[in-house]
């Protein structure tokens, strides 16, 4: 089974930098998009950044300048660099992608979204 695995959060001072990293892991043929989601309690998630298997890239208006999303396809990782963070981009952080896998050794090859169990983002003021 694929899995994403997340890291990077913290706790940070506003004005600080952070860079959060995602790779997936499994019986993986090959990674369309993938992207960044966040999600604060009473608010709905909303998504951050997103990259295409051939590098395009979208951003939110709030992170625009920011942000910056990049991806490493070697390692079938992706990046969320973040710089100038204000309180309000504190959030529960979630890795998502959609992948082609293997589940069963070559019988059934799947395309399927996964999503990461979210990395906590604190930005304190």
């Known amino acids: 089974q694929v899995q994403l695995v997340e890291s990077g959060g913290g706790l940070v001072q506003a004005g600080g930098p952070l860079r959060l990293s995602c790779a997936a892991r499994?019986?993986?043929?090959?990674?369309?998009?993938m992207a960044w989601y966040r999600q604060a309690p009473g608010k709905q998630r909303e998504l951050v950044a997103r990259?295409?298997?051939?590098?395009?890239?979208n951003y939110a208006d709030s992170v625009e300048g920011r942000i910056t999303i990049s991806r490493d396809n070697a390692k079938n990782a992706v990046y969320l660099h973040m710089d100038s963070l204000k309180p309000e981009d504190t959030g529960v952080y979630l890795c998502?992608?959609?992948?082609?896998?293997?589940?069963?050794?070559?019988?059934?090859?799947?395309?399927?979204?996964?999503w990461g169990q979210g990395t906590q983002v604190t930005v304190s003021a």
């Open positions: 998502n992608a959609v992948i082609w896998a293997d589940e069963d050794g070559g019988i059934t090859q799947r395309l399927r979204t996964y």
């Open positions: 499994g019986s993986i043929l090959s990674i369309n998009a």
């Open positions: 990259i295409s298997s051939g590098g395009s890239t």
